[in-house]
């Protein structure tokens, strides 16, 4: 294991641990703080933030794993290339040493065949040699006969038979004796002649003998030459055979370069298995947490108590005015009330009604419906001015049941007049336009949003305003490049009830 893969692991698992530890301190965190993830509830958000950190885990383990081995990279990245290029050197490798042991093969039989030939010529030459010595015997045994014969002469026709005999014994020794021996003349005559015959197969044989001399030194000539070949072919095929045990050695090695391939490909299968059963398993979960949201949607609050349905202006009048003004109300908060998913709780006493405004009389009992927008009409009459009125929910409601809000009734004044400042302050124009936006947004958020307040706006102001007001008022002061009065004034009267519509004016600075 090398250095580079030591730090490797030691990294992936203090890695591991830091993420595990930061992981878990968020998700504590997250629990303790009751925060929300993508609208999930606390308890879901610290376990969405546990499985987002153990995925984070995997994800840097793998990539440091993958940035310190080089080998596991190409096993994992170029696994099928290196495969197909092993198996193409084996099989080149192979196609190679078979070629190499036909071409040894071929050689070897050559140098059999060859030495089959030589074989054969020695025998030849020894056959030649052999008739040569024969014929040399067949001379002197002719000269000596010869010599018998001379001295015989005189005797030949006394010992005819004695002749014949001898002659048919020479014709035997001499393999081409003598046809005739009944006469002693024809004797001689043939005896002269095998002595010529004889002379002259001497000098044939001296002359085979030179030819095969000189056939036997060419021969042993051919002989060393074949020698010599016999030596480059087996040094060629000792070179042949080393190469063939290279060439196995590294068909073994590709072999086991392939087996350890093909062990990277199980353990990466392996991998792939594993991941598709934790892949399953966070389907099922994300399953069980969609059933456990649509679970959360029957059961969680569709308002909370506190929340305002509407707003509306009552203005003066009498009873049956006001009566069908709240009517009117009652109506639509019904209507909004059923789109957003509350349902009917007493649907053969009140069809038809899903929100339900209740009150309470000077002595604290609660009033119904029925009793409770009669009393509320009586006390807007009896005012005697215009009236706001914004219905409350009182008690938290869950989709499919009913609301129950009761009505807070504020008396309708003005809270600016046209033209009223409402704020002011000053705001450097040479700084950047990221400080200028930080002033601004300051500015609205605390002093504009504190004046409405002090005015008694039942909507304070807020700074989201639109992008067409933010940006160009950003740049305006922006391109004064000096201190800058801005003054948030109203350009119309504004009740308390009214939506905040401001309009900013700048004074001072360069103006370009």
Known sequence: ??????????????????????????????????????????????????????????????????????????????????????????????????????????????????????????????RERTAAQQAADQRQTAERRLETA??????????????ERRSA???????????????????????????????????????????????????EAGLDELKQQNDTTLAQLTATQEALTQTRLEEAESRAQLAEAKSAYDDLRTLTTNALTELRSLEARAEQARIDFNRSITTRPLFRAGDELERALI???????????????????????REAGAGETDPTRLPG?????IGQDSAGNLLETEDYLPQLADRLVASGADNWLEPIVVINSIRGGSIYYTFHVTPDRTAFRAGDVV???????????QSITRELYAFIAQELRG????????????????????????????????????????PTNLSIGDLPNFSFRLTGGETP
């Not at 999930?40 to 440091?64: D, E, H, N, Q, Y």
């Not at 001379?150 to 002749?163: F, I, K, M, P, V």
């Open 1 to 126: 294991m090398g250095w580079n893969v030591a730090l490797g692991l030691v990294a992936v698992i203090l890695g591991a641990g830091f993420i595990a530890y930061l992981g878990d301190s968020i998700g504590r965190y997250v629990g303790r703080r009751r925060l929300t993830v993508l609208g999930l509830r606390p308890k879901k958000s610290a376990i969405l933030v546990t499985v987002g950190t153990g995925m984070l885990i995997a994800f840097i383990s793998t990539g440091i794993l993958l940035l310190i081995s080089r080998d596991l990279r190409d096993r994992l990245l170029n696994y099928d290339t290196r495969v197909r290029e092993l198996t193409s050197a084996a099989d080149a490798q192979r196609t190679e040493a078979e070629s190499q042991r036909a071409a040894a093969d071929a050689s070897r039989a050559e140098l059999e065949r060859a030495m089959k030939e030589l074989t054969t010529q020695r025998a030849a030459v020894e």
């Open 169 to 219: 014994e020479a014709q035997r020794a001499y393999q081409q004796a003598s046809r005739d021996a009944q006469e002693k003349a024809a004797e001689a005559a043939e005896a002269r002649d095998r002595l010529g015959q004889a002379t002259d197969d001497l000098a044939q044989a001296n002359t085979r003998v030179q030819a095969l001399a000189t056939e036997r030194a060419a021969l």
């Open 150 to 163: 001379e001295g015989n002469l005189s005797r030949a026709q006394a010992t005819l038979s004695q002749a």
């Open 451 to 490: 004046a409405t307040v002090a005015a008694g706006m039942l909507t304070p102001a807020s700074a989201d305003l639109p992008a067409d007001v933010w940006l160009p008022l950003v740049r305006a002061i922006r391109e004064r490049g000096g201190p800058v009065q801005l003054q948030a004034y109203t």
């Open 353 to 357: 009604i899903v929100a339900l405004p």
């Open 315 to 337: 203005l003066r009048g009498g009873l049956t005015s006001i009566e069908s003004a709240l009517a009117r109300l009652v109506s639509r908060i019904n209507v909004y009330a």
């Open 423 to 433: 704020a002011t302050t000053t705001i450097d124009g040479a700084q950047t336009e």
